[in-house]
């Protein structure tokens, strides 16, 4: 008897293996309600440059049964777009090559293929473009700094810059009502010359996040924390009488500090919405947030889950890139139970895995299994053969 239930436990335990290796190996991709793809305006594919890489980019789309694309249409402070009041030249040398409006030609394309495309935007990063045309109208003092008024792109260093990592890109105040008028208009320029795209994807619509990080502006003896542009610093002190600088003496009047900056980019990102609603209700609006609510919330002053929950945006994209894929699922769980009124997308960062492909096939399928409302990858150049029939592979073959 003894005999018997052994090997009973045996074929049992043998046809759990075979099981979980069939899942791993064999299993189908799993679909999910989007699928989607960054197109970067420094695309090695030249989408933008050639009426072929539009097609192309079509095709390849079609074939890996992506069905939105986020397309770069305003990257530190450069206009690749049809312009009126933005940096128009990088826009002027694609129509020089091409002869055509090749944003125009992929719109028309992309929906009589069933592809939505979105105008991805980055909002408050100007990148390293110390020329950008609001710097030329305004000077640096529409910059976020720090603490010690030091902007993020580091021009001198101080002490601290020996433990700290900053981002090394140059960021716009959201509490500058400047900063706001100009994201309104080229939002609003965006949306009625193209009336073909099917929303607008907000990046860097926060401020900037140096690591390590420090949770909220108490702790800013310790580490980096921004806001403290001159406009911002000026419209605090006239609503509270305190000045951020050097008046905060207690846990009230810092948090009072943090709520307001966490106000300003919440603000700008609703006033967004606003416009994009007005123009048609079924725009829809999306940003890339930083996946970890807690770095998001005290350390960008990025409260995504907010906006979810206020249904000023339609859905957030978690740039969850990592090569570690026991902690995007730990990311992803996290970020899927604050989806509020809206949905909730994954980035994955494919270029990270480029070299690994197994690691990014077992990635795609552990964030599968979660449900998430769509999946976004990063990006097309890394979009190849190999993962395109991963994404399309059956049951019980390998990919």
Known sequence: MKK?????????????????????????????????????????RDVLYAKDGVSNLIARCKKAKINEIYLQFFQSGNAYYDSKVCDRTKYDEMVKTTGVDCLDLLLRE??????????????????????????????????????????????????????????DQIFLEPGDPRIEEYILTVVNEIINRYPLISGVHLDYIRYPSPVPFVPGSRFKKFGLTYGYGPKNVERFKDKTGLNPLDTLNNEDEYLAWDNWKRQ????????????????????????AVIPLTERAYTNAFQDWSSWLEEGIVDYVVLMSYTKDNQFIKEVVKSGLGNRGKGKVYVGIGLFLMKNNLDLFFNQYRAVADLLPDGI????????????????????????
């Open 4 to 44: 018997n239930i052994l090997i009973l436990l045996l074929v049992l335990c043998l046809f759990s293996l075979s099981l979980a290796f069939a899942q791993d190996k064999g299993a189908p991709v799993k679909e999910v309600p989007a699928r989607g793809i960054w197109v970067s305006v420094f695309s090695s």
């Open 110 to 167: 992309a929906q009589g293929n069933n592809i939505k495309v979105f105008a991805w935007i980055n909002v408050l990063s100007l990148g390293k473009n110390s020329k950008a045309d609001i710097l030329k109208k305004y000077g640096n003092s529409v910059l976020t700094l720090d603490q010690y008024q030091v902007a993020s792109k580091i021009e001198s260093k101080i002490e601290l810059d020996k433990y700290y990592l900053r981002e």
């Open 264 to 287: 300003q980019v919440t603000d700008l990102v609703r006033k967004i919405s606003g416009l994009v609603k007005i123009k048609s209700a079924d725009l829809a609006v999306s940003c």
């Open 376 to 399: 976004v990858f990063f990006s097309i150049d890394d979009l190849n053969e190999q993962v395109i029939s991963f994404l399309n592979s059956k049951p019980n073959l390998k990919p």
